[in-house]
């Protein structure tokens, strides 16, 4: 006898089940390109022309960087906005390092990520030893180092040496260079969270700090070191951008790139709370937020439009994503096994009356 067919309503849970948040925010992904394709080619347009494409690719780049480590720090039920301004440093930093001197780009990169770092680590500190808010101390820390921008650069500064520009430029067929380094990296992150310890106790951490204290895990650690490791993929979006200025820029802080890496994290299916989540969902919501940034550049849309429309895209998703585990969790398991409830124990003839169950009548008394 042939099982019945599913209910629409039951597939969908059961997608839901075997790929998780990951594959279904790449299937919207996939589903944005076909309706983007179609859509542009309505209208006349091809939307994976090599230009596209390659601005495509190169945008997600810049924001995988940032979305990356900003990954980190929210599995570690913690927040980094300090990242727009530290991208905006490390150009400043990379650019004055390397005067237009091919021979000093190891320096200028080693310290661009070394003062990154060091960023990473105040932040760090501040949130797990001075117990200050998250958002308050990196949000402190980006005020401070846009108050030293504004106050000792009015302008570009400093040089890139052509030979280092080639990072912000070169691509191989159609994808930059500047993006394979950002999946490399994704890829490394994603080993260093599920083969570590470290990663491991990022998930633990962002779970519930508490019972990973008590199960013997240094609570410090794992956030520090997502804090640090965050602030030095900022540090390399700020060098891909210096080497696609050739020169440093203070003000890219303007560009709001937090706020745009929070969304792509949260769009990718990590939990804001911290604790469930992962790099591979973020990388597609890095290429969905990129995708509309395409689209609207092909469609020529008003960018005061274009914000708006971006905005409640990602609510949208997010609110769909959050009723679906709120949908989830509000299922009762009555029976866990599947099957019929258990059958109630024949009466003892000559003994004593059966057991009243929970259920049956009577039982509440």
């Known amino acids: 006898m042939s099982a019945p067919p599913a209910s629409p309503q039951s597939a969908v849970r059961a997608l839901w ?18 309706l983007s394709t179609l859509y542009v080619a309505s209208r006349g347009e091809n939307l994976f022309t090599t230009a596209n494409t390659v601005d495509l690719f190169t945008r997600s780049s810049l924001l995988g960087f940032l979305a990356i480590g900003q990954t980190l720090v929210i599995l570690c039920r913690s927040l980094d906005l300090s990242v727009g301004y530290v991208a905006a440093l490390s150009t400043v930093v990379a650019a004055t390092v390397m005067a237009g001197d091919p021979a000093r780009v190891p320096l200028g990169i080693a310290a661009t990520l070394g003062l990154a770092a060091l960023i990473g680590l105040a932040n760090g500190t501040i949130v797990t030893w001075l117990r200050v808010n998250p958002f308050i101390a990196t949000l402190g820390t980006g005020l401070i180092i846009k108050g030293y921008l504004d106050t000792n650069f009015q302008g570009p500064a400093g040089a890139i040496p052509a030979t280092f520009q080639a990072f912000g430029y070169t691509r191989i067929g159609v994808f930059p260079v500047s993006t394979l380094v950002m999946l490399a990296l994704a890829a490394a992150a994603v080993v260093f969270l599920h083969r570590t310890r470290t990663g491991y106790h990022m998930y633990a951490v962002g779970g519930d700090a508490e019972v990973a204290r008590l199960s013997g895990v240094r609570d410090r650690i ?11 993929t900022a540090g390399m979006a700020g060098l891909l951008l210096a080497s696609r200025f050739g020169t440093g820029s203070a003000l890219v802080y303007n560009n709001g790139y937090e706020l745009e890496a929070i969304a792509a994290v949260v769009l990718g299916g990590t939990y804001l709370l911290g604790g469930r989540g992962g790099v591979a969902g973020t990388i597609a919501g890095v290429f969905i937020l990129a995708t509309l940034d395409t689209v ?26 959050a009723r679906g585990r709120l949908s989830r969790s509000a299922v009762r398991v009555r029976f866990p096994s599947g099957g019929p409830p258990p059958p109630a124990p024949p009466p003892d003839p000559g003994g004593a009356p059966a057991p009243v169950t929970s259920g049956t009548e009577g039982g509440g008394r």
């Not at 469609?299 to 005061?304: G, K, M, R, S």
Request: proline residues 4%; charged residues 10%; aromatic residues 8%.
């Open 296 to 321: 609207f550049n092909v469609l020529a849309v008003d960018p005061f439009v274009k914000d708006v429309l971006r905005g409640v895209i990602v609510i949208t998703a997010v609110a769909i994503y």
């Open 222 to 232: 794992p956030v520090i070191t997502a804090h640090v490791l965050c602030s030095v």
């Open 17 to 34: 089940a075997r790929t998780g948040t990951t594959g279904l925010v790449y299937l919207a992904l996939v589903l944005l390109l076909v």
